[in-house]
Nanobody, 117 residues
Framework: QVQLVESGGGLVQPGGSLRLSCAAS????????MSWYRRAPGKERELVAA????????NYADSVKGRFTISRDNAKNTVYLQMNSLKPEDTAVYYC??????????WGQGTQVTVSS
């Protein structure tokens, strides 16, 4: 069955960096676009970043452009989210997602990112 397992979340000070990883299994990873979503307390879930199958095209939410980078390693069945210059408003649970549209129902369990001094 499809499994997406996130890691790399934690507590970081404003201006700091974190790298999230998502290990995928149960499907042919290289055949699917992948994305990261987040849900902050009291807010709707939002698409943070997406990457197509070959990794040559990426898309970002305006709020993270220039600070976050999504990448993938198809040999390792893993997608990453490098987060730099973190802000308190980046605090959220981050979810790995197979595909781009939230209508596709394959999600990881989520990893908490907290940005606070």
């Amino acid at each position: 069955q499809v499994q997406l397992v996130e890691s790399g979340g934690g507590l970081v000070q404003p201006g700091g960096s974190l790298r999230l990883s998502c290990a995928a299994s149960g499907f042919t990873f290289s055949n699917y676009a992948m994305s990261w979503y987040r849900r902050a307390p009291g807010k709707e879930r939002e698409l943070v970043a997406a990457i197509i199958r070959a990794g040559t095209l990426r898309n970002y939410a305006d709020s993270v452009k220039g600070r976050f980078t999504i990448s993938r390693d198809n040999a390792k069945n893993t997608v990453y989210l490098q987060m730099n210059s973190l802000k308190p408003e980046d605090t959220a649970v981050y979810y790995c997602h197979r595909g781009i549209s939230s209508a596709e129902n394959y999600w990881g369990q989520g990893t908490q990112v907290t940005v606070s001094s």
